[in-house]
Each structure stands twice: as structure tokens, then as C-alpha cells.
């Protein structure tokens, strides 16, 4: 999990290639205040996307891998103890909602059932974020935007988001692109010409296929 926001610049937001008007979306769903699913396979670019976008919009972006145990607790922040003193630490969840950052995460069906409790406040139109250990009530800061990531073919069945927590997210769809925008991103990537970015995805592909 990461402690420090990746700090976005704009101008020098990493390559994207966009499939679509996913784009547009991302822009809109931040400017309306509304949180943003994105499903699709591994590799697809859901994350790489995000970082874009984030550099687009100049926002601070806060990414948390989720895993089968991550709770809520670890995304609002804990009491530690430091120096012999207890003290309140912000997860990053909270970070973002006072900073107004982007918070995402990644893979969000595999975290624990309470992560959902929390979510719904902060994605409906009261935007807050209920800290039952301090007692505060947090207003997301303007800008605050969360978004969400998951891939349906690889999780267990049973591993899904309930309706009443999907209902709350504007949904983009990823899945593999056509061949050309994949060579593209391919040479883009690997700084090799078009002609040896597309033999490299032929030999990847050829070798897959055996
Ligand atoms: N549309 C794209 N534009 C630019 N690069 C891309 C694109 N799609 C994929 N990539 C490349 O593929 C790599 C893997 O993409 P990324 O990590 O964003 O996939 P993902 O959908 O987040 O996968 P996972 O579900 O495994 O986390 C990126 O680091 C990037 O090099
Ligand atoms: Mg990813």
C-alpha cells in the first residue's frame, strides 16, 4: 500500500493509449463527484490508465493493492504507538478524502466485507467518511474521486461486489485491444520501431498460441 500519494504532474501524465472514450468518462466522472469502476482481464492497461488520468487532471493519486485481507482499518488509519505515545495514523483512504486525491483500488473484491461499509457513504452524494475511532465525520475535499478495479474472469464466483455497492459507480469495460493498438503500445513501450513492435507481438502471440 502505498503511504505517499504518487504526485502527478500534468503535462507529463505516462502513455496511454486510450481504446474508447474511457477518457471522457474518467474526466467527467471526476468533474461530477461520482466514483468509477473499472472492470477487465490482466494486463489490459485498467491501472496504467488511472496514473494517466490522474497526471491528466494534475490530482494526487493514492493506489491501494487490495488482498484478502485488507479491512477497513487499513484504509482509514489506526492508533499506533510512537515514542511510547499513542497516536492517530491516517490510511491512505483518508488521506485522499482530506487531500481531494484520487484513491484507487485495485482489485477491490478481494478486500474484506467491511471495506463495503465504508465505501457507501463516501460514494453516494454525502461524499464522507465516517473515523468511528476518532469520532470525526470527514467531508471529501473537493477533488476527492474514488476508483475502483477488478477482473471478473479471474475472481471466485463468490468473490463479487454486491449490487448495492456497483450501483454507486459510473463502469468502464476493458478487454484486450485489436491487434494494431496493442503493437502500437507494444513499440511505444519497448521504444522499438512499429515493424519490430509487431514482430514482437507476433512471436508473443506464436508462442502463447503453442
Ligand atoms: N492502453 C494502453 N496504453 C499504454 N500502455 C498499456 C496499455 N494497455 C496496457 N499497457 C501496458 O501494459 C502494462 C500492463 O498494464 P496494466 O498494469 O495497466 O494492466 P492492468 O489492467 O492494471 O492489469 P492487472 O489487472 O493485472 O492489474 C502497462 O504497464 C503498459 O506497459
Ligand atoms: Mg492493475
Redesign the pocket.
Known sequence: MDGNPKLAVEGQAP?????GDECDVFAAACASNLPLLLK??????????VAHMAARLGRPLYTVACHDDLSAADLIGRYLLKGGETVWVDGPLTRAVRQGAICYL??VVEARKDVAVVLHPLTDDRRILPIDRTGEELQAAPGFMLVA?Y?PGYQNILKTLKPSTRQRFLSVE?TF?AAA?ETE?VA??SGLDAGIGWRCWCDLRASCAG
Open positions: 502513455f496511454y493509449l486510450a481504446q477487465g482481464p490482466t494486463g489490459c492497461g485498467k491501472t496504467r490508465f485495485d482489485e478495479s477482473n476493458f485491444p493498438h503500445v511505444r513501450e
